[in-house]
C-alpha cells in the first residue's frame, strides 16, 4: 500500500497534569472561529428550549444532565474531534469551577493557543510571499519597456 505523509497542522496539548490525558487539535483550522460561534449559538437555544435561566439556582438536575451533554457536544464540533472525553473525563461540562464553567475555563486556556498559532501561520505566509509581491522585487524581474 501507498501512503502519503505530510503535516496536517494537529498539535498535541496535555491536558493539566495528566499524563494520559492528550488531545489532538488542529488550532490553524480557519474554521474553528465559525464553529464556536455557531455552538454558542445553539447552546444558548438549548438552554433556552429547557427553560434554564442563568440567575436561576433551582434547575431540575436533568435538565443539568441533558445540557451538560449537549455543550459536550458542542465543544468537540468546535474542534472538529472528539476532546470532550480526554479533557473532562465525564464531569459535567457546567460544573461550577471559581465563578465559572467547567467548559468555559477549558476554553480559556486554548484559545489563545489558536489566536497565537494562526499569527504564526499569518507571518510565515505574509514571509513565504513577500518575496512574489513586494514592490521593489517584482521591479527586479519586469521586462524592460521596448521604445
Avoid at 10 to 24: L, M, P, R, S, V
Avoid at 35 to 48: L, Q
Avoid at 82 to 97: A, E, I, M
Amino acid at each position: 500500500m501507498n501512503k502519503i505523509v505530510f503535516n496536517d497542522g494537529y498539535k498535541t496539548y496535555q491536558i493539566n497534569d495528566d499524563e494520559n490525558a492528550i488531545i489532538k487539535v488542529m488550532t490553524t483550522d480557519l474554521e474553528i472561529q465559525d464553529r464556536y460561534v455557531t455552538a454558542i449559538k445553539r447552546i444558548e437555544e438549548k438552554k433556552d428550549a429547557l427553560g434554564i435561566n442563568n440567575a436561576d439556582y433551582d434547575v431540575d438536575s436533568k435538565d443539568i444532565t441533558i445540557l451538560g451533554a449537549y455543550v459536550k457536544e458542542q465543544i468537540d464540533y468546535i474542534f472538529n474531534s472528539p476532546v470532550s472525553d480526554t479533557v473532562f473525563k465525564g464531569t459535567n461540562l457546567l460544573s461550577p469551577v471559581d465563578g465559572k464553567f467547567l467548559f468555559e475555563h477549558f476554553l480559556d486556556a486554548i484559545i489563545p493557543e489558536i489566536v497565537k498559532d494562526l499569527n504564526i501561520e499569518a507571518k510565515k505566509i505574509h514571509d513565504r510571499t513577500k518575496k512574489y509581491t513586494d514592490n521593489t522585487t517584482t521591479k527586479k524581474y519586469k521586462k524592460p519597456v521596448k521604445k
